[in-house]
């Protein structure tokens, strides 16, 4: 197995930093009970890259907008500000929004896609291969999530205390709103840098699955981040190389891998609490 992640370096190094990022910022994720808004947000994502195929298709002028990462990063952004700063007392709950957000952008995701020049819905379905990761893929992730797991490590505190104690964080003159929309801005950049590489199944998953296993192995928060670090990392590595081994689709293995290593974690957490 060795071998194989040597031969697919640059993909390999992409995965584990998709890893890195989607497993640290799951972990507040899952945490905050916002899973379906890291599921939305991927969907968006998905949009974006659909309407640059479309506007391309149709040779419509728009500027650095015509970039897929750009209009990706445009439409995240777009339901960052709309699921963080989202008013209390609405009449459609929370879960709804999260619902229509994501089935509407993923019917106009195929739909924009499918009346593209010569586009293919299922492209865009099918989209995100792994072991194709190129090498310009890579240098936005090493861009990206370094850079995201630096902002976690410099306001930690900050993180913590508004995703747990909001209220608190307010009467400490914490501006709780703005803490959660860079929070939030934190997850959909780690998404837009993994979404054209990993695609929307792969991602999600690398958000939720982890972040459970870290909290069923961990006793600390610190120590939750890094069980869930280093069970994304182990799925990433080894699900890639069993994909390459036994020609199985890379993604799929990455998240059956995860899995299985999320079992694992339930079972040493339920062997712990029964002695």
Known sequence: ?????LLFREAVLGAVLIALGCSVVGVYVVYRR???VSAALAQLSSAGVAAALFAAGLGMGLGPLENELMLSSVFTLGGVLFFALEAEGKRIPGDARL???YVLAGALAVLLVARA???D???LLLRGNVLGIRISETLILLAVVPSVLLVHFLFRKEFVFVSFDPEMAATKGYRVSLWTVFLY???GAVIVASIESAGVLLVFSLM????VAGILLGRTFRSVILWSAGSAVTAALVGFGLSVEYDLPTGPAIVATSGIL???AWLVSTSVRAR
């Open 185 to 187: 801005l934190t997850m």
């Open 1 to 5: 197995m060795l071998e194989v992640l």
């Open 208 to 211: 939720v699955l982890p972040a």
């Open 99 to 101: 619902g229509i957000a």
């Open 34 to 36: 916002i899973v379906f």
């Open 117 to 119: 020049a010569g586009g």
């Open 121 to 123: 819905a299922h492209a």
């Open 262 to 264: 999320l079992v694992l």
